[in-house]
């Protein structure tokens, strides 16, 4: 049986023996990284957990603190290529996790770092994977990590609701919080029974707190305080239904828990008490007993609260996929593999999953013998699409989830540059033109080999003939840091020129896709596209001569009917005025 060992100090107020710190070490049950993070203690977290459990952390400060937690290490540059991907709005899209009809908002800042730096080797990669694939593939699996996921939401809802709660009646909402926190081991321990992927950790840390001394002590005093003693009860009952009679049949007291007092030693500990004139009330006995508990299992309710957005990024990823499913579009994880040339199948852009409700998916290859893909075709074909499409399957099948696409082989890619949108800031010193030339000096500069380059409408901004001589340059130096690359460009003779004329080498070329009245498949085949359809394009969006024609014209006529109203008006109030 478990002792509880206590002191009094000298002004008679009740102590705890600082308690014995076994889980002080215990290890984050990291689903993250095949190596545990060895960072599974940050200090501000730590304060706020225990601020929280005093009734003194506001409602955000634990999700802010969540929300800036660490998804690894990673050699990619975030600056590179996030804003053009549209990470953010990514993420945002797929925030709302829900379960069994309960909803919950995940952590948006873990999520898109998670997404921003993926992880930059193949064994974390596939620890990722696998996990995936093992929640996919067993219901019992998929249904408990959800279910702690709850588990865990709840914990941190009372959490973040401490400073009211913990005024009103303190004690209740300490014991609601270790309560919460037995329920997640229990939980643990209980349903990640066999699991071979990084699952199998979740059990194993729910196994080691349980046979914990901390976890007795936190059992054994929850048990206390919820069953002290069972009271036998017999009732009586009248002909009209109402309760005629109450007698106590029997009280048995829970004598095995080492918190239990019989009763003569509870009245003799008190009598010894007041005589000796110690300030020592039950409520602050319990209170004191309750902090001991807390001291001993903090640490390791410390890593179960972090696990909140591990768990969060692979029910996110697993929303994703039932979305996309849903809709008829196929997901995969990809293979992803060292010196491997990049094959997609039917990706598509989960961008346009808010425009649309199937996006129209298409096939990429980048080979080793013809690393640079030069992409063209008519407006509005689908080409920046493409780009981003491309990108942000390379990010998730990096960072271990489900990529938009029904299969891909894509190689261990080194970082990934996008130079999609344009940016305008106030600040600026420099033009379109000359910020387009900035980013483009930052690629050659840092981007490694074997990265992943993604550049739109290169220099279309300036003069033909000597954009056009950018790009050629750019085009080869490519060549020089190894990447597989995808370029759109509008410039259709260049791009003829260049497959027709032998130099091509280490060039492919795909064009957008057209149907037989000249309107974008947004489907991508091999080739040079033979005309941009600006004409056709301008003519579906109604800018055309005649009809800009017909817009000015109506202007003008609704001028002249709203001035020859407004004259009327005034005549009309004139007249009245002099009658």
């Not at 600082?18 to 215990?26: A, H, N, T, V």
């Not at 950018?470 to 990447?483: A, N, S, T």
Request: charged share 25%.
């Amino acid at each position: 049986m478990a002792r509880i060992a206590s002191f009094i100090y000298s002004d008679g107020r009740f102590g705890r023996q600082q308690p014995p710190r076994e889980l002080e070490d215990f290890p984050l049950p990291d689903l993250l990284s095949p190596a545990a993070d060895t960072n599974t203690e940050p200090e501000r977290l730590t304060h706020l957990l225990d601020l929280a459990f005093l009734g003194r952390a506001s409602a955000g400060e634990l999700d802010r603190e969540l929300d800036s937690m660490s998804a690894g290490n990673t050699p990619w540059h975030p600056e590179h290529f996030v804003d053009d991907l549209f990470l953010s709005e990514l993420v945002n899209a797929n925030l709302t996790i829900e379960v069994n009809g309960q909803r919950f908002r995940a952590h948006r800042g873990f999520l898109e770092r998670a997404l921003s730096t993926p992880p930059g080797d193949l064994e974390t990669i596939r620890f990722r994977q696998a996990i995936l694939r093992e929640l996919d593939g067993s219901e019992s699996f998929a249904q408990a990590s959800e279910q702690l996921l709850v588990e865990l939401y709840r914990l941190l809802t009372l959490l973040r609701a401490s400073r009211d709660d913990a005024r009103l009646e303190p004690t209740r909402f300490r014991f609601d919080v270790l309560g919460a926190f037995r329920t997640v081991v229990h939980q643990m321990a209980e349903c990640f029974v066999g699991a071979t992927s990084g699952l199998q950790r979740l059990g194993e840390a729910g196994i080691a707190i349980r046979e914990s001394d901390a976890f007795s002590h936190l059992q054994a005093l929850l048990d206390h305080h919820e069953k002290m003693a069972t009271l036998d009860l017999e009732a009586f009952i009248g002909a009209d239904g109402r309760l005629r009679h109450l007698e106590i049949r029997g009280l048995r007291e829970a004598t095995g828990n080492p918190y239990y007092r019989r009763p003569l030693r509870r009245w003799l500990d008190r009598l010894r008490v007041l005589y000796r004139r110690y300030d020592l009330g039950s409520e602050e006995l319990v209170e004191r007993l309750v902090m001991g508990v807390w001291q001993e299992v903090a640490p390791a309710l410390l890593r179960l609260v972090q696990l909140i957005c591990h768990l969060e990024l692979y029910t996110v990823s697993r929303s994703f996929a039932a979305d996309a499913r849903s809709r008829g579009l196929d997901v995969c994880l990809p293979s992803v593999e060292a010196n491997a040339d990049l094959q997609i199948e039917a990706l598509f852009n989960p961008l346009l999953l808010t425009l649309m409700d199937r996006p129209v998916p298409t096939n990429v290859e980048i080979t080793s013998a013809s690393r640079i893909t030069l992409v063209t075709g008519p407006n509005s074909g689908g080409k920046t699409r493409l780009l981003q499409a491309a990108g942000i399957a390379t990010v998730l099948a990096h960072a271990g989830l489900y990529a938009p696409c029904a299969r891909a082989r894509m190689p261990l890619a080194a970082g990934l540059f996008a130079s999609i949108v344009e940016l305008d800031r106030a600040d600026q010193s420099e033009g379109r033109l000359g910020t387009e030339l900035v980013r483009l000096r930052n690629l050659f500069e840092s981007v490694p080999p074997g990265s992943l380059v993604l550049l739109d409408e290169l220099c279309s901004g300036t003069n033909p003939s000597e954009a056009i001589e950018i790009v050629d340059m750019v085009l080869r130096l490519l060549g020089q840091i190894q990447p597989h690359a995808l370029v759109t460009t509008h410039f259709l003779d260049f791009a003829s020129q260049l497959q027709s004329q032998g130099s091509s080498d280490g060039l492919a070329f795909l064009q957008a896709e057209v149907d037989d009245r000249q309107g974008a498949t947004f489907r991508f085949i091999p080739g040079v596209a033979k005309t941009s359809l600006a004409v056709g394009t301008a003519q579906r969006l109604g800018v055309t001569f005649e009809e800009l024609e017909r817009l000015l014209e109506n202007r003008a006529e609704n001028s002249e009917n709203s001035l020859s109203e407004e004259i009327d008006e005034l005549a009309a109030g004139d007249h009245g005025e002099q009658e």
